[in-house]
């Protein structure tokens, strides 16, 4: 298995719903990441996990809460969105981010188009 | 934050003609990563070249880093209408991976 599992791949929820993205990668990865990316633009970085424990958080607002179960699962929980934060949020994964000398890349799932209304 | 910087913004050949994408950084990296991707979905990794090396080679596919001037470029050779999609340099540093702005190309049949 040499995929990154995204569910679910649409989203619409109101700014008072509590919503869960999640991805799933069987490929022995212990790093997984989520992206976010606005039309037209490049992903940008919100979460690393390592080892199943949270390493970076670039500042993303406390209405998104990530977890990762176990080496193979993250969730992305998302509570009291704003309509500006409607995007598409992308799940990777990655051997071990902290062995970039022995990097291959990262795998990337086909993402959760998310709409705040 | 943003890292690299593609150049052309846009690129619109003929299929059979070759594509040429050039992307910029600013900092010290340990590799430099190429993806596609097609309308607005998942990224698929293309190339990976590391930091002492200078050129690498996968198909249709040639890329150059010179860490010299900060720089690498991507060569698709005799281009195809599939190959129409985004495409991005991504730097990997210390645990992250951080994406240019990304050129479009459009082969046209």
């Known amino acids: 298995d040499t995929e990154v599992t995204q569910t679910p791949k649409h989203l619409v929820m109101g700014m008072t719903n509590k919503k869960s993205l999640k991805c799933e990668q069987h490929m022995g990865h212990r790093a997984m990441y989520w992206y976010k990316q606005k039309a037209k633009k490049p992903p940008e970085l919100m979460f690393v996990y390592s080892y199943e424990k949270l390493s970076i958080n670039e500042s993303v607002p406390s209405r998104f809460s990530p977890e990762c179960p176990n080496s193979s699962l993250l969730n992305l929980h998302l509570h009291a969105l704003q309509p500006e934060d409607s995007a598409l949020y992308l799940c990777?994964?990655?051997?071990?981010?902290?062995?970039?000398?022995?990097?291959?890349?990262?795998?990337f799932g086909s993402g959760t188009r998310l709409t705040v209304v | 934050s943003q890292q690299g910087e593609e150049d052309p913004q846009a690129l619109s050949i003929q299929e059979g003609e070759n594509a040429t994408m050039n992307c910029s950084y600013k900092t010290s990296i340990n590799n430099l990563q190429w993806y596609r991707q097609n309308s607005g979905r998942g990224l698929v990794h293309l190339i990976l070249?590391?930091?002492?090396?200078r050129e690498k080679h996968s198909g249709r596919l040639r890329v150059t880093l010179d860490t010299s001037k900060k720089s690498s470029s991507l060569l698709i050779t005799a281009s195809r209408a599939a190959d129409t999609a985004s495409y991005f340099c991504a730097t990997e540093g210390y645990s992250t991976l951080t994406f240019g702005k990304g050129t479009m190309l459009l082969v046209s049949p």
């Open positions: 990777a994964s990655s051997q071990d981010s902290w062995l970039t000398e022995k990097s291959y890349g990262y795998t």
């Open positions: 070249i590391r930091s002492n090396e």
